[in-house]
């Protein structure tokens, strides 16, 4: 699921003192509002990942859940779920692997891309936009992180993410397509309630 969490991205990384480009920090500004004002979202996500080389390396059609800071990806029986302080990674097998949110920072979760929420993390600045649509880049500020660089669609019009680039260290990428949002979901609090009678009994969990 490490797959996921690359985002789960640029030759020449931004310093840490590089200033954050107003243009696009006012339409981040937007994206953001929009989710804390949201009760529940629901996502729907197609990932299509190439190695440096320009191979595919597959698809997968994700169902993405969010309250809050609290999430649950879904691709086929695979998922993962975040109740706002552990995550929950089931293999879809007979594994869950469980850690805390500062253990997997190094990664970019689906949350975290969709949240519109990029002041802490990153640095960022417009490469192009129109009376629609706007074309940002993303920076790490953290030189750990598992991506170099991260190029975000946004529909202006909608406030809301159209689709991501994600370049990883190996050169790898992994585009990110939202098939469709919707801002107004209503979602019960148990769905982001690890539940251990819901997996089969021979599932282990390791911390």
Do not use: H, W
């Amino acid at each position: 699921m490490k797959y996921f969490l690359v985002f789960v991205s640029l030759l020449s990384v931004l310093s840490t003192q590089a200033q954050k480009d107003l243009q696009a920090k006012a339409i981040l500004d937007q994206l953001g509002a929009k989710v804390k004002e949201s009760k529940g979202i629901s996502v729907i996500i197609q990932l299509i990942s190439k190695n440096s080389k320009g191979k595919a390396l597959g698809t997968k059609n994700i169902n993405l859940k969010m309250k809050g800071d609290k999430y649950l990806l879904q691709q086929g029986v695979v998922e993962i779920l975040c109740d706002g302080q552990s995550i929950y990674n089931f293999d879809g097998i007979n594994t869950i692997s469980k850690s805390s949110i500062g253990e997997s920072d190094q990664a970019l979760s689906p949350q975290k891309l969709l949240s519109g929420s990029y002041d802490k993390d990153f640095n960022f600045k417009l490469l192009s936009q129109n009376a629609s649509n706007a074309t940002i880049e993303l920076f790490p500020i953290d030189k750990r992180k598992s991506f170099q660089k991260v190029t975000l669609i946004i529909d202006k019009l909608k406030s809301a993410l159209s689709s991501a680039t994600i370049l990883d260290k190996s050169s790898n990428i992994t585009n990110v397509k939202v098939v469709s949002i919707s801002y107004s979901a209503i979602l019960a609090d148990k769905q982001f309630v690890f539940n251990r009678a819901k997996y089969p009994k021979n599932v282990e969990i390791f911390d």
